[in-house]
């Protein structure tokens, strides 16, 4: 597609509740990146996926959150047991190649609030 | 994870005012980056910069690579309400780095 595409776009939860959400990277783009935006806050990082190299994994919170990338294409983020510190703006980003923040493209976010 | 410490963390200027913002690190950064964002949307890229010292310009904006390469700002000459948003710097430790570290952000407010 021309731009990332992120859906959904909003989701609603219960504390306790699993959420997936996805990410269509733009097509032919080799990294893909997830990043969690609390409010007021900057961006944190959470995976990245390049190519057909194992991930990195080092910025998820913990072992409640897990990502995964098909056919190096489509990724899903996978929240369990979701708790209310887990409402965020969920932002994923894809590049050509996962070495210069220029080539990064944002798609629009999963806004995740857990009541 | 790394501190990016971005400021202001809000401004309230007149239509046509310059406006200036600026981030720090404790580290060196390899590259330093620019976003904007508007309401509901992702980040949107607006300059990046390679090179301690480095002044690059994109149209009324214009942003330096500090010579420490521990700071970097950004500055918007003659103010117009679409530049309205939320600015956030980011950091890459090195090229061989997978993430961005980014600041908190600069909410910009631009009163017609």
Redesign the interface.
């Known amino acids: 597609g021309a731009g990332?595409s992120q859906s959904p776009s909003n989701k609603v939860t219960e504390k306790g509740k699993d959420v997936e959400l996805r990410c269509d990277p733009i097509s032919g783009h080799t990294a893909l990146?997830w990043?969690r935006q609390s409010l007021?806050?900057?961006?944190?990082?959470l995976i990245?996926f390049?190519g057909n190299s194992a991930p990195?994994k080092s910025?998820l919170p913990s072992d409640r959150f897990s990502a995964e990338r098909t056919g190096g294409s489509v990724s899903t983020l996978t929240i369990q047991r979701t708790q209310q510190e887990d409402s965020a703006v969920y932002?994923c980003?894809s590049s050509f190649q996962?070495?210069?923040?220029?080539g990064?493209t944002?798609?629009?976010?999963t806004r995740l609030t857990v009541v | 994870g790394q501190q990016l410490n971005q400021s202001p963390q809000s401004m309230f200027i007149q239509e046509g005012e310059d406006v200036s913002m600026n981030c720090t690190s404790s580290s060196i950064f390899n590259t330093w980056l620019w976003y904007k964002q508007d309401p509901g949307e992702g980040p949107v890229l607006l300059i990046a910069l390679y090179k301690a010292g480095e002044l690059t310009s994109n149209g009324r904006l214009t942003a330096q690579f500090g010579i420490t390469r521990k700071d970097s700002f950004l500055n918007i000459s003659a103010s117009i309400p679409s530049d309205v948003g939320i600015y956030f710097c980011a950091g890459q430790l090195s090229s061989g780095a997978n993430n961005l570290f980014f600041g908190t952000g600069t909410r910009l407010t631009v009163i017609p």
């Open positions: 990332v990146y990043y007021g806050q900057g961006l944190e990082f990245y390049q990195d910025g932002l980003a996962g070495r210069r923040g220029y990064y944002f798609g629009s976010g």
